[in-house]
């Protein structure tokens, strides 16, 4: 039986918040942010570049997933079905 996939979410036409980013050590996470003035947890991914953004995310959700001893699997167990916003990847400025 060939393996389905779930189609790519589509991108956002709102503007996405301006979130710092901090780059992580993961195979599958590239940056994580944290806006807590909204709980918007913001992630940017190794492959494909665009940026995720997890409104009504608790601090302590934030704090455990930038400190988890495996980024990418705290991601899946924890983040990866909370509702999203995706967005393009921001243009490289040069």
Known sequence: MPKTY??????SDEQPLVINMTPVESN???AIGYDAGTKTLA??????GALYQYPDVEPDV???FIGAESIG???GAHIKTLP???FKAPEAVA
Request: hydrophobic share 50%.
């Open 6 to 11: 779930t189609a790519p979410a589509p991108f």
């Open 28 to 30: 599958q996470v590239a």
């Open 43 to 48: 992630v940017t991914f190794t492959r494909g």
């Open 62 to 64: 934030h704090a455990a």
């Open 73 to 75: 699997k705290f991601f």
């Open 84 to 86: 999203f916003k995706k």
